[in-house]
């Protein structure tokens, strides 16, 4: 078994601290046209009726994006059926999309729920979209602690934004 090292990773867990707003929910500002008018800026590439889909700021492969629920909630089980189904037609729509942009090999879909489990966002659930490749995990991000990211996030918002108009 070969195991890939991030020891970046311990350092933003065991030092993360508890913030006073949620990130996800200043990013998602609401379903009004006043904060709709600053999606791009916030990276939130589509306002669903339940959930919204925002570009990861700190991504792990160039297309990593998360389907977070407006409502803010930790847990999966505070989720309506509702919700919990946009959030996977979503995710379908987001596989389709990145298909098409990246041709990746494959896609990581999953969620971190509590501190301990890796959750940066611990107090919002949200579930994380990935496209992934072959040879993806850099030798330079496990030594040099530092991620190689062809693509900057501005790009790949202009990019991934038609699928979602439609």
Known sequence: MDYLWTPWRYQYVSNATRADTCVLCDAQGGSTTAAAASDESNLVLHRGRRNFIILNRFPYTTGHVMI????????????????????????????????????????????????????????????????RWTGDSSFVTTVGETRVEPEDLATTYRRLRPFFEK
């Open 68 to 131: 977070c629920p407006y409502e803010h909630v930790a847990d999966l089980a505070a989720l309506d059926a509702d919700t919990l189904a946009e959030m996977m037609a979503l995710a379908r729509r987001l596989q389709i999309a990145l298909g098409e942009l990246y041709q990746p090999e494959g896609y990581n879909l999953g969620m971190n729920i509590g501190r301990c489990a890796g959750a940066g966002v611990a107090s919002h659930v949200h579930l994380h979209v990935l496209p």
